[in-house]
Every structure is written in structure tokens, then in C-alpha cells.
Antibody
Framework: QVQLVESGGGLVKPGGSLRLSCAASGFTFSDYYMSWIRQAPGKGLEWVSYISSSSSYTNYADSVKGRFTISRDNAKNSLYLQMNSLRAEDTAVYYC???????????????????????WGQGTMVTVSS | QSALTQPRSVSGSPGQSVTISCTGTSSDVGGYNYVSWYQQHPGKAPKLMIY???KRPSGVPDRFSGSKSGNTASLTISGLQAEDEADYYCCSYAGSYTSVFGGGTKLTVL
């Protein structure tokens, strides 16, 4: 079935680095934009980053820009998030999510950030603490 | 990238209807018809309930409906059931390949 499975979370000291992975199955991974979304303990959801289907375009929330890097390997059906210079406020469950296809203003059915997040992984916990 | 505004909590009795609002700006909710809603039970991943303002994915009961007026989107749940008790989040495309979520609303079924 259609599935996303994250891994790589853990405890890291402030200033440290961590690389998250997300394994996709059950759909043609290379056809879809993908995203990382996080949720701090007891808090709401926060969009973190997008990557286009071919990796040609990426974007980040201001809160992580310059510190986090999203990437993907379509041959391995995998999405990644390299997190550097981690701060306490980066402590959260990190979800990978698929951006569904949508109709753009020209009526063209395509993938991209306007598409809602229709498939989510179970999440992986990242704790930044000394 | 300011979060969309949702009420912290709403409640209703079984069988009743409740509406959750989601207020943004002309740069997000008001500027695009790409508002989505997610249901999240404790300890679980979010689940897509509404996309493109008012469309339901396959498998989502028609008790769930979405709408938008100006800079405010709304999720209405009719015929409340105990299993609807959860946190609900709205999300809007905000242009320039960014998205923004609301702060979340806790729905209590009395």
C-alpha cells in the first residue's frame, strides 16, 4: 500500500547535526513533490521544506533556511532532510508528506506545493538538548 | 510566514454540527483556493480531510465539508460522532512555494 516511513531521529546536542530519511512505497515517488513538516511537543504543525519531483527546486521555512537541506533519491524512493546547527526549538516530530496533484489556474493537473498533503509518514522524533 | 488563526477549542454533542474557522490574509487563504484540513488523533499522524477548500478525499465521510469566504476558511462537521474528537489543522498555500498551517483546534465531543 501507499506508505511513507521516516527514520533517523534521535537526541542531539545544540549545534549538532542529524539526517532524517523517508522511505516511500506503493506509488511512483518520482512523480510527486515531497515535503517535511514538523510538530513541536504539544504544539501545532509547521511546514518546513518542499522539494520538486526532479530535485530542481527546493524551498524552506524562514525558521530553518540556511541550516536544513532537503534532498531526494528517486532511484531509492527516498527523501532526506539534513539538519545542521540544530537548536532547542528544532525539537519536534518530523513528518514527511506527499503533495497531491492539483489543478492549477490553467486547468492543468500537476504536482506542486499548492497540492494538499495526502500521504503522511508516522513521524520521527528529534530532540535537541544538552 | 505567520500561522493561520484557528480557535483553540470547540465542542459539540453527538449528532450536532460544529464549525472551525481558519483566518489568514490575502497572501494565503484569501489569495488561493488551496486550503486543506487535517485531522490528528493523539499520537497519530495527521490525516487529510478536505483539500482545495471543499473537496473530500475518497473515504472521508460527507459529514465533513469545507468552505471559504474572503480570508477565512471553515470546516464544518455535521452529525458529530465520538470518533471525530481530535485536533484539526487548516493549511493554505501561501505563494512562492510555501505553505502555512493554522495553530490547531481541539474538538471535544461532549
Amino acid at each position: 500500500q501507499v506508505q511513507l516511513v521516516e527514520s533517523g531521529g534521535g537526541l542531539v546536542k545544540p549545534g549538532g547535526s542529524l539526517r532524517l530519511s523517508c522511505a516511500a512505497s506503493g506509488f511512483t515517488f518520482s512523480d510527486y513533490y515531497m515535503s517535511w513538516i514538523r510538530q513541536a511537543p504539544g504544539k501545532g504543525l509547521e511546514w518546513v521544506s518542499y522539494i520538486s519531483s526532479s530535485s530542481s527546486y527546493t524551498n524552506y521555512a524562514d525558521s530553518v533556511k540556511g541550516r536544513f537541506t532537503i534532498s531526494r533519491d528517486n532511484a531509492k524512493n527516498s527523501l532526506y532532510l539534513q539538519m545542521n546547527s540544530l537548536r532547542a526549538e528544532d525539537t519536534a516530530v518530523y513528518y514527511c508528506a506527499r503533495a497531491r496533484y492539483y489543478y492549477d489556474s490553467s486547468g492543468y493537473y500537476t504536482t506542486g506545493p499548492p497540492g494538499a498533503f495526502d500521504i503522511w509518514g508516522q513521524g520521527t522524533m528529534v530532540t535537541v538538548s544538552s | 510566514q505567520s500561522a493561520l488563526t484557528q480557535p483553540r477549542s470547540v465542542s459539540g454533542s453527538p449528532g450536532q454540527s460544529v464549525t472551525i474557522s481558519c483566518t489568514g490574509t490575502s497572501s494565503d487563504v484569501g489569495g488561493y483556493n488551496y486550503v486543506s484540513w487535517y485531522q490528528q488523533h493523539p499520537g497519530k499522524a495527521p490525516k487529510l480531510m478536505i483539500y482545495d477548500v471543499s473537496k473530500r478525499p475518497s473515504g472521508v465521510p460527507d459529514r465533513f465539508s469545507g468552505s471559504k469566504s474572503g480570508n477565512t476558511a471553515s470546516l464544518t462537521i455535521s452529525g458529530l460522532q465520538a470518533e471525530d474528537e481530535a485536533d484539526y489543522y487548516c493549511c493554505s498555500y501561501a505563494g512562492s512555494y510555501t505553505s502555512v498551517f493554522g495553530g490547531g483546534t481541539k474538538l471535544t465531543v461532549l
